[in-house]
């Protein structure tokens, strides 16, 4: 009987062994990045917000890039790289703003606290099995409810900036969760710098949301 049950068993560590192998890749590829963005915006922190927004409209262009080259890794990579490059460039207003109003810690705070955040949110999926995936279509469309909000508070502005960061806060968390959750389950056919490209967005918007907060706290 002990060794009927040996295939299965061996299947199973296999199956392990290449979720594994595929979140070390993910989180290589997306620790990475994010050296480069945080480069990108220690480099361009004095450059004005219209070259900012441009060199990110610049990087989303590289993004679908990315995306359109997913079956040739290395140049998929490439392009990845050179958008977080990009959005280094177009959040270094943004950051250089909260480092000269309230001083340079409310950025390591944000970024710690992204990092150990994200750390905390994907322990929990691995050791409990937590899968949200079946919920990422509300989810989605929470991001765009909120997006719609944000572009109408633009000309009305009847949502505080505080309460529109917990909101995005709130939805990237969730997409974390979802997240890696796909890559507990193998990744559902999508390469490991597709998902590095979901992790990486979550971060991004966690760390400006998480920004956005801590450097109004210290504004009061």
């Known amino acids: 009987m002990q060794f009927q049950y040996q295939p299965q068993r061996t299947h199973l560590a296999g199956a ?12 290589g590829i997306s620790a990475l990045g994010f050296c480069i963005t945080a480069l990108g915006a220690w480099l361009f922190q004095t450059v004005p917000s219209g070259l900012g927004l441009i060199a990110m409209l610049v990087g989303f262009g590289l993004l679908f890039g990315c995306m359109a080259a997913r079956n040739n890794e290395p140049l998929s990579l490439a392009l990845f790289y050179a958008f977080t490059f990009c959005e280094g460039i177009g959040i270094a207003p943004v950051v250089g703003g909260y480092a000269r109003s309230v001083g340079p810690g409310v950025v390591v705070d944000a970024a710690l606290t992204t990092g150990l955040g994200m750390f905390a949110l994907g322990a929990i999926v691995y050791a409990t099995g937590l899968d949200l995936r079946r919920f990422q279509g509300y989810v989605s469309l929470a991001l765009l409810a909120v997006i719609v909000l944000g572009v109408v508070s633009l ?7 505080a309460l529109y960061a917990y909101l995005v806060l709130a939805i990237f968390t969730a997409y974390v969760l979802i997240d890696f959750a796909r890559i507990r389950a193998g990744g559902g056919g999508a390469t490991p710098v597709l ?3 979901s992790i990486y967005l979550d971060g991004l918007n966690i760390f400006l949301a998480l920004l956005q907060i801590l450097g109004g706290r210290r504004r009061a």
């Open 16 to 27: 392990s062994a290449a979720a594994h192998s595929l979140l070390a890749q993910v989180l």
């Open 155 to 161: 000309f009305v502005g009847f949502i505080h900036p």
């Open 195 to 197: 998902l590095a490209v």
